[in-house]
């Protein structure tokens, strides 16, 4: 509005910036009020409710803002002590038979004491009394070791898909020509005698997006998800851990189609030859013979097995024969297409002003979607310190943007440099050759 002071519009800058502050909506709203626009600090102080319901500050402020008279305190007591406490007369103390007027009530009886309320004191206590004693779920299950099969939480089908990935067509090509498009074609499927199952390994750089494309993968199939981690499994009681295996590709059969995703392979699945402890050595027999499906009698149909990890060498070998995680991705750091998506993504709810894409894209090579994030947050931090300092607010621009990009390094330098040496030197099999081709491009051999 043309006739706002500039401190108001500083503020309503500032909250549209960050609707979920309620302090500073509040803020915003006393002012409103202290200015004599009482409409709008209604409606500011209705949307502070909207985020914190039961808000006291934010119901005073409304009530003034409407002219209404404060909320009179209620006494703790006023239950035990209002006129519907009364006790009724007993056959001690009968009702009197004389003219009483309107709001005479009859004394109770020497020596007797009110009747108690019970139920308003359940109700006073009932949600600060808790049990007196806490039981094991588990003991009472009667498996004092691990939980069943159900405890296990698998996500329903998402409604993330491939389309929802920017950029990075290479990888969505190969995902649909290797894994997804046998799984969409059930005659073609039957005709070459391919199984309704599979194993895909996504090995990269952290930060780049391995987590999402295995939801868009489950959410291309309409399976359900199950995440499973190196903390999901060990557990310190002898043969718990393995029995946890067991019980989330259990859960995952029943559920099929269902997407096992395990995320960093190589702590859950750690080389045998290098690991000493001998629970972690049964984890991975365990996980083999469930990948393979021997433990049921039904097989692996309808279970879809997705691992990631950073550093595919410290896999054990046997888990990337064929029939197990036969089928390797490497998922490299968003090119420009997807660079653009996550910056646009990162900035979409933050006060900015004629920032231009362009050039933050230019300036980001190699970055991974973690870093992106990161240099959004630096560049917030920017605006915002300056704006605590000048008293107003000020939009965050392109200059803040490169300034932070200028600032952060790429995180996928160094896992290139390690990544170098096994591409040159450790590419059994031609496991590498992808990675071996992404370094030659980039000429970094």
Same mark, same amino acid.
């Given at each position: =509005?043309?006739?706002?002071?500039?401190?108001?519009?500083?503020?309503?800058?500032?909250?549209?910036?960050?609707?979920?502050?309620?302090? &500073?909506?509040?803020?915003?709203?006393?002012?409103? %009020?202290?200015?004599? !626009?009482?409409?709008?600090?209604?409606?500011?102080?209705?949307?502070?409710?909207?985020?914190?319901?039961?808000?006291?500050?934010?119901?005073?402020?409304?009530?003034?803002? =409407?002219?209404?008279?404060?909320?009179?305190?209620?006494?703790?007591?006023?239950?035990?002590?209002?006129?519907?406490?009364?006790?009724?007369?007993?056959?001690?103390?009968?009702?009197?038979?004389?003219?009483?007027?309107?709001?005479?009530?009859?004394?109770?009886?020497?020596?007797?004491?009110?009747?108690?309320?019970?139920?308003?004191?359940?109700?006073?206590?009932?949600?600060?009394?808790?049990?007196?004693?806490?039981?094991?779920?588990?003991?009472?299950?009667?498996?004092?070791?691990?939980?069943?099969?159900?405890?296990?939480?698998?996500?329903?089908?998402?409604?993330?898909? %491939?389309?929802?990935?920017?950029? =990075?067509?290479? $990888?969505?090509? !190969?995902?649909?020509?290797?894994?997804?498009?046998?799984?969409?074609?059930?005659?073609?499927?039957?005709?070459?005698?391919?199984?309704?199952?599979?194993?895909?390994?996504?090995?990269?750089?952290?930060?780049?997006?391995?987590?999402?494309?295995?939801?868009?993968?489950?959410?291309?199939?309409?399976?359900?998800?199950?995440?499973?981690?190196?903390?999901?499994?060990?557990? =310190?009681?002898?043969?718990?851990?393995?029995?946890?295996?067991?019980?989330?590709?259990?859960?995952?059969?029943?559920?099929?189609?269902?997407?096992?995703?395990?995320?960093?392979?190589?702590?859950?699945?750690?080389?045998?030859? !290098?690991?000493?402890?001998?629970?972690?050595?049964?984890?991975?027999?365990?996980?083999?013979?469930?990948?393979?499906?021997?433990?049921?009698?039904?097989?692996?149909?309808?279970?879809?097995?997705?691992?990631?990890?950073?550093?595919?060498?410290?896999?054990?070998?046997? %888990?990337?024969?064929?029939?197990?995680?036969?089928?390797?991705?490497?998922?490299?750091?968003?090119?420009?297409?997807?660079?653009?998506?996550?910056?646009?993504?990162?900035?979409?709810?933050?006060?900015?002003?004629?920032?231009?894409?362009?050039?933050? $894209?230019?300036?980001?090579?190699?970055?991974?979607?973690?870093?992106?994030?990161?240099?959004?947050?630096?560049?917030?931090?920017?605006?915002?310190?300056?704006?605590? !300092?000048?008293?107003?607010?000020?939009?965050?621009?392109?200059?803040?943007?490169?300034?932070?990009?200028?600032?952060?390094?790429?995180?996928?330098?160094?896992?290139?440099?390690?990544?170098?040496? $096994?591409?040159?030197?450790?590419?059994?099999?031609?496991?590498?050759?992808?990675? %071996?081709?992404?370094?030659?491009?980039?000429?970094? &051999?």
């Amino acid at each position: =509005m043309a006739d706002e002071s500039p401190l108001i519009r500083s503020l309503r800058a500032a909250v549209a910036a960050a609707p979920g502050d309620v302090p &500073l909506r509040l803020h915003f709203a006393e002012l409103l %009020l202290s200015e004599g !626009r009482n409409d709008e600090a209604v409606a500011e102080a209705a949307v502070a409710l909207q985020h914190a319901p039961g808000d006291a500050d934010a119901r005073a402020l409304m009530m003034r803002a =409407m002219g209404m008279p404060p909320a009179p305190a209620t006494a703790p007591t006023e239950r035990a002590t209002g006129p519907t406490a009364t006790p009724a007369p007993t056959e001690s103390a009968p009702e009197p038979t004389g003219p009483t007027g309107p709001t005479e009530r009859p004394e109770p009886a020497v020596g007797k004491a009110p009747a108690f309320d019970w139920d308003a004191a359940e109700q006073q206590v009932q949600d600060v009394v808790g049990p007196r004693f806490l039981e094991d779920p588990q003991a009472a299950e009667g498996d004092g070791a691990a939980g069943d099969a159900d405890a296990w939480d698998v996500d329903a089908p998402g409604a993330v898909r %491939l389309a929802d990935v920017g950029g =990075m067509d290479e $990888v969505k090509e !190969r995902l649909e020509a290797a894994f997804l498009a046998p799984m969409r074609n059930p005659e073609l499927r039957r005709l070459y005698g391919k199984s309704l199952r599979g194993g895909l390994l996504l090995y990269g750089p952290p930060g780049c997006g391995k987590t999402f494309i295995a939801r868009a993968v489950a959410g291309e199939l309409g399976a359900n998800f199950l995440t499973v981690s190196l903390s999901d499994v060990l557990d =310190m009681w002898i043969g718990a851990s393995e029995k946890n295996i067991h019980d989330i590709f259990e859960t995952a059969r029943r559920q099929a189609p269902c997407v096992v995703f395990l995320d960093e392979l190589d702590a859950l699945g750690a080389k045998r030859s !290098r690991t000493h402890h001998s629970g972690l050595r049964n984890v991975v027999n365990q996980l083999l013979t469930e990948l393979d499906g021997i433990a049921s009698g039904a097989g692996n149909e309808g279970v879809f097995v997705l691992a990631a990890t950073n550093v595919p060498w410290d896999v054990d070998i046997a %888990l990337r024969r064929p029939g197990r995680l036969d089928r390797t991705l490497l998922v490299l750091p968003p090119d420009a297409t997807a660079r653009e998506a996550i910056l646009r993504y990162h900035l979409r709810e933050r006060p900015i002003e004629a920032v231009d894409l362009g050039k933050l $894209v230019k300036v980001t090579e190699d970055f991974s979607g973690a870093d992106l994030a990161h240099v959004c947050e630096s560049a917030a931090e920017a605006a915002l310190l300056d704006s605590a !300092r000048s008293g107003s607010v000020r939009l965050i621009t392109t200059k803040d943007l490169l300034g932070a990009a200028k600032q952060i390094k790429p995180s996928t330098e160094p896992w290139f440099a390690a990544a170098r040496n $096994v591409a040159m030197f450790a590419n059994e099999g031609g496991l590498y050759d992808d990675l %071996l081709a992404h370094l030659k491009r980039k000429r970094k &051999l």
